[in-house]
């Protein structure tokens, strides 16, 4: 992988919002330590985790009304910073405070505006609409990764190890050698089209449907900055219409969420929301799907992992048909950060 630049002027997610409860959160994002905690009308802060005093971690600390208190020496900060109170004396130091962050918490999630908070869009925000949406049941699940996280993006854009990686679980040795497969890229959007027809479905999809018979197979994915992968994925009774099949030859379809957000250069932080509709399976169902997903997640983390380990930037590498939603993000992201830059350069003049 190149030297690793960033995207800032966008939301990224730095962790799931049910894990902010009544302590500071710690978060790391492009390696700037992040507290998180609520405030005394619930609402999610994000300050520099970094008292202005020594140094210590905020995140030691604990919440104090609608501050936060340094576990060190006591030094007390608010919402916007500004540190409020030192124990030992009642004046404040010029220049006591730290750095806040804007913060939304949306659909399950705590983003933080890493860039010019000036900027800071709610727009911009992610929408996932089945997180919102009564008629979906969602559940979510965090990990953590030893590697830089645009590695994370390249296995997700090109979905053809499932059948290597994923032996035992999600894998179908069709998905890699009987797709018809498209790459597209429209604004800042990245889409990879995959369906493959009569392949033999994977093991977990047959111990949750209990169908073993051939199946039309689909994997729509769609990239967006900054590290945004959606998967509509599913399949049904081969023959019946693919994805307009009617409800009983239907299997499978479902919507994921995978999020990848740098927390160093070589260390990611991933989130992922699964989405089904409701009634479409029982909750032993779902619950088994989401298990064997995290099976095949956990063993994607350790091939990257071993990737991240060997990866050496002077070392030439080959590039296939099937890395064509690889290539156009990494152009996409380049394209973005090196005009996000050149804005930079423009106002310094």
Request: aromatic share 8%; with cysteine.
């Amino acid at each position: 992988m190149s030297e690793v630049t960033y995207l800032r002027n966008r939301w990224y997610v730095a962790a799931l919002a049910e894990d902010l409860g009544n302590t500071p959160l710690a978060a790391s994002v492009m390696r700037e330590p992040i507290v998180f905690y609520r405030n005394s009308a619930g609402e999610a802060v994000a300050l520099e985790d970094r008292c202005a005093h020594r140094q210590a971690p905020l995140s030691l600390g604990e919440v104090a009304g609608d501050a936060i208190r340094c576990v060190y020496h006591g030094f007390e900060f608010d919402c916007s910073g500004a540190c409020v109170r030192v124990p030992t004396q009642a004046q404040i130091p010029p220049g006591a405070r730290v750095q806040a962050y804007p913060v939304r918490e949306h659909q399950g999630f705590l983003h933080v505006w890493m860039g010019d908070p000036a900027k800071a869009d709610d727009a911009l925000l992610y929408d996932f609409p089945f997180a919102s949406d009564a008629a979906w049941r969602v559940r979510y699940a965090k990990f953590h990764g030893r590697f830089d996280h645009r590695l994370l993006i390249d296995n997700l854009m090109d979905i053809t190890h499932l059948p290597f990686a994923h032996k035992t679980t999600i894998g179908a040795q069709g998905v890699a050698e009987q797709a018809v497969a498209k790459t597209t890229r429209e604004g800042e959007h990245v889409t990879v089209t995959r369906f493959m027809e009569a392949i033999a479905p994977a093991p977990a999809h047959v111990a949750v449907t209990g169908y073993d018979g051939p199946v039309d197979r689909w994997q729509v994915i769609e990239f967006t900055p900054p590290g945004f992968v959606w998967l509509q994925v599913g399949s049904s009774k081969a023959g019946t219409g693919g994805r307009d099949a009617a409800p009983g030859d239907m299997l499978l379809n479902r919507h994921t969420l995978h999020v990848m957000m740098p927390e160093t250069d070589n260390t990611t932080s991933y989130f992922w929301c699964m989405a089904n509709e409701t009634g479409a399976l029982t909750p032993e169902q779902e619950h088994a799907i989401y298990a064997a997903s995290l099976t095949a997640f956990n063993e994607d983390l350790v091939i990257i992992e071993g990737q991240q380990a060997r990866w050496r930037p002077e070392q030439p590498t080959v590039d296939v048909t099937a890395d064509g939603g690889v290539l156009q993000v990494r152009r996409l992201m380049e394209k973005l950060i090196a005009d996000e830059a050149g804005e930079g350069r423009l106002r310094a003049v």
